[in-house]
């Protein structure tokens, strides 16, 4: 996710269980031209494997060149975005704007297998829009081209985020007797209880997950611990939440500098420490505070206050 599965997030996603890690998503045309924002999403640590690099756009050229730069960085997989719905991305052509170009879309995965070793995988959606939903015959045409695995976020583009993801064709997909790669189920995937309908109901291979896991990596383990038990973990602490929003900080701010480290750390808070009552000052401090060591004390305040709060098993 962009501006959210960084090294520091990752890191913590993979320490509580996530199986399979993806940086964010990488622009082809931003990488050609060494762009610095694009290259420094290529930072991928030993610790994270598998990891994918995800890249996007719409030229052939440039995909192909962003294939041979990606390598260099060594990831498990090549992943591309074709599932974005970004108007400044859409625009291109590239992301989920490829949804409109089906030939195109299939000619660009084909080209990029044959340029490379690694596995190549892609990510997408339903379709542009609802008329235009072919997801059972554009998987079978990635997968005959080489597509080693898809995941399929259960809206179209025209959809962007609203209403209910629809994992109905994700599972007509998987259903097609001439499937054979691993598919992915995504959308709204946001309880264990959902991860396992995607799974039991569905039938899919994995679930991909986005949103419940921003602030809240223990996501994974939970998803985990139900599907061998059948029951709930036990939430993680006050402590336990307050250590990982320390350590990311700090990851973050060793990354990629105290100004940016303290501004994009910023939106996991909420979700790190949600459902306390009269929690706001706190939170206010952590996202205004310019300063990490004001950030690192909000922090200390917070265990001094709420130390024993007690957190609701779902
Ligand atoms: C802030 C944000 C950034 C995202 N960036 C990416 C991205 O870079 N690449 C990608 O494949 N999907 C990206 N997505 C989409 C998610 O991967 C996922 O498809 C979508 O959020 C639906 O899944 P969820 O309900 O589990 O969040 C992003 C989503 C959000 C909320």
Redesign the pocket.
Same mark, same amino acid.
Request: proline share 4%; net charge negative; aromatic share 10%.
């Given at each position: 996710?962009?501006?959210?599965?960084d090294p520091p997030f990752r890191a913590l996603c993979k320490e509580q269980g996530a199986d399979v890690v993806?940086t964010?998503?990488i622009s082809s045309e931003g990488l050609i031209r060494d762009a610095a924002k694009s290259v420094m999403k290529l930072d991928i640590y030993e610790k994270e494997r598998p990891v994918g690099i995800?890249i996007f756009g719409a030229n052939l050229d440039s995909m192909l060149q962003s294939v041979e730069i990606v390598e260099k960085s060594g990831p498990d997989i090549i992943?591309i975005?074709f %599932?974005?719905p970004v108007k400044k991305v859409v625009c291109k052509g590239a992301g989920a704007g490829i949804l409109k170009d089906i030939d195109l879309m299939v000619s660009l995965t084909k080209a990029m297998v044959e340029h490379t070793k690694l596995p190549v995988t892609v990510?997408t959606r339903l379709g542009w829009d609802h008329d235009s939903i072919k997801i059972v015959e554009v998987a079978e045409r990635l997968q005959d081209v080489g597509c080693k695995a898809i995941s399929i976020?259960g809206?179209t583009r025209v959809q962007m985020?609203k209403g209910e993801?629809d994992w109905r064709p994700i599972a007509e997909v998987k259903n097609n007797q001439r499937m054979h790669i691993p598919v992915f189920g995504?959308?709204?995937?946001?309880s264990p209880e959902m991860a396992m309908k995607m799974r039991d109901e569905y039938g899919l291979d994995g679930a991909?997950? %986005?949103?419940?896991s921003?602030g809240y990596p223990w996501f994974f383990k939970e998803v985990k611990h139900y599907f061998k038990t059948g029951t709930h973990a036990a939430p993680p602490t006050m402590e336990e939440r307050v250590e990982a929003a320390r350590r990311h900080l700090q990851m973050a701010i060793d990354w990629k500098g105290e100004q940016l480290g303290v501004f994009e750390t910023r939106r996991h808070y909420t979700n790190y420490f949600k459902g306390i009552p009269n929690f706001k000052e706190f939170r206010m401090k952590m996202v205004t505070s310019d300063h990490s060591e004001d950030v690192f004390a909000a922090f200390d305040e917070v265990l001094e206050v709420f130390g024993d709060y007690e957190f609701a098993t779902p």
């Amino acid at each position: 996710m962009e501006d959210v599965s960084d090294p520091p997030f990752r890191a913590l996603c993979k320490e509580q269980g996530a199986d399979v890690v993806y940086t964010e998503f990488i622009s082809s045309e931003g990488l050609i031209r060494d762009a610095a924002k694009s290259v420094m999403k290529l930072d991928i640590y030993e610790k994270e494997r598998p990891v994918g690099i995800q890249i996007f756009g719409a030229n052939l050229d440039s995909m192909l060149q962003s294939v041979e730069i990606v390598e260099k960085s060594g990831p498990d997989i090549i992943d591309i975005n074709f %599932g974005c719905p970004v108007k400044k991305v859409v625009c291109k052509g590239a992301g989920a704007g490829i949804l409109k170009d089906i030939d195109l879309m299939v000619s660009l995965t084909k080209a990029m297998v044959e340029h490379t070793k690694l596995p190549v995988t892609v990510k997408t959606r339903l379709g542009w829009d609802h008329d235009s939903i072919k997801i059972v015959e554009v998987a079978e045409r990635l997968q005959d081209v080489g597509c080693k695995a898809i995941s399929i976020h259960g809206r179209t583009r025209v959809q962007m985020y609203k209403g209910e993801a629809d994992w109905r064709p994700i599972a007509e997909v998987k259903n097609n007797q001439r499937m054979h790669i691993p598919v992915f189920g995504n959308g709204d995937v946001d309880s264990p209880e959902m991860a396992m309908k995607m799974r039991d109901e569905y039938g899919l291979d994995g679930a991909m997950i %986005g949103r419940a896991s921003i602030g809240y990596p223990w996501f994974f383990k939970e998803v985990k611990h139900y599907f061998k038990t059948g029951t709930h973990a036990a939430p993680p602490t006050m402590e336990e939440r307050v250590e990982a929003a320390r350590r990311h900080l700090q990851m973050a701010i060793d990354w990629k500098g105290e100004q940016l480290g303290v501004f994009e750390t910023r939106r996991h808070y909420t979700n790190y420490f949600k459902g306390i009552p009269n929690f706001k000052e706190f939170r206010m401090k952590m996202v205004t505070s310019d300063h990490s060591e004001d950030v690192f004390a909000a922090f200390d305040e917070v265990l001094e206050v709420f130390g024993d709060y007690e957190f609701a098993t779902p």
